[in-house]
């Protein structure tokens, strides 16, 4: 079945089963947030999301699908092109922007991140092949909170985007990039990111992925890549959360609540690992995402 199919399978699936028990409001405190429209019980799918842009982690680009980033199961799938995909829907998706970016080297940038541990270029270098290929228009992520940012990374960032741009006029792509692709566009991509991304682990789902998932986690890799999507950005954090979003055999995410909630309540999801101490969860919360977490589990100090 092709991709499109599916999604207006499922856009008609999720049309029959009526609206979705959730809206987009604002906070008094944290900007925007999700609320249950309705009683939601306990373990319910609020809905499903598919990413808006996503990659595979760098040492996994051949072990996961370079479009869904589902994990490769033995020998099967195609492997030509330097790329794994899973199906021929997976490779029909992704057409139009793997054509563009397999014809570029990509070496500078892989040395310029692996020394600094970036993973966020990766998936604006993506994004850029997809606004070449028309597959998304360029300010596709202008509606998500951005980043605030330090003068000291603002100067990074330019720097990359210079590299990223002398990349695609070395491989041609002048004219292509002359309608979006500035150092402000690079910026404001990155900014996005750097707030909405998601880092994805897949649940495992048979013993061979639980094989693959425990050697994986030993190698620093449980995580399959990254990805943005739309409606899961609008969830504000709360290291006690109601919610959860759970990724089972790819990059598209589901989100669950974790208890019974009430309507009208926000519902919130946990942005870190919520098992790390109080101050530890404030100063990570503080430096990657602007914000001094005030939710009961914090002000209690636990
Ligand atoms: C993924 S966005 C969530 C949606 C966002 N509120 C919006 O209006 O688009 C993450 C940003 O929301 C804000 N935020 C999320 N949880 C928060 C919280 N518990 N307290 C204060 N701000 C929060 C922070 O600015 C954070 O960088």
Request: some cysteine.
């Amino acid at each position: 079945m092709s991709l499109l199919l599916r999604r207006l399978l499922n856009t008609a699936a999720a049309a029959a089963r009526g609206p979705l028990p959730i809206r987009v409001a604002l906070t008094d405190t944290a900007g925007r947030g999700v609320f249950a429209t309705r009683p939601i019980a306990a373990g319910e799918v609020l809905h499903s999301a598919q990413p808006l842009v996503s990659h595979p982690s760098r040492s996994l680009l051949h072990e996961v699908c370079y479009s869904c980033l589902r994990r490769k199961a033995g020998k099967g799938g195609d492997s030509s092109g330097g790329c794994y995909f899973c199906s021929d829907a997976c490779r029909q998706h992704a057409q139009g922007f793997h054509g563009i970016e397999k014809n570029v080297d990509w070496s500078l940038l892989d040395d310029h991140c692996s020394s600094r541990g970036l993973k966020y270029p990766y998936m604006v270098k993506r994004l850029a092949c997809m606004v070449i290929s028309g597959a998304v228009a360029a300010d596709c992520l202008d509606i998500l909170q951005p980043a605030h940012l330090h003068q000291s990374i603002i100067t990074e960032m330019e720097e990359e985007f210079e590299l990223l741009d002398s990349t695609f006029r070395k491989a041609g792509f002048k004219e292509e990039l002359a309608t979006f692709f500035t150092k402000q566009w690079y910026i404001n991509v990155l900014a996005r990111i750097r707030v909405n991304a998601f880092r994805i682990e897949l649940v495992a789902s048979s013993y061979e992925d639980l094989l693959s998932s425990a050697i994986a986690s030993v190698a620093c890799d449980a995580s399959v890549g990254n990805a943005v999507y739309m409606l899961p950005s609008f969830y504000n954090h709360d290291c006690d959360p109601n919610t959860h979003i759970v990724w089972l055999e790819n990059a598209d995410a589901k989100l669950k609540t974790l208890r019974d909630i009430d309507e009208g309540e926000e519902l919130c999801i946990c942005y870190i690992d919520a098992s790390m101490d109080v101050n530890a969860r404030q100063k990570i919360l503080a430096e990657g995402f602007g914000f001094q977490c005030r939710c009961l589990r914090c002000l209690s100090g636990d």
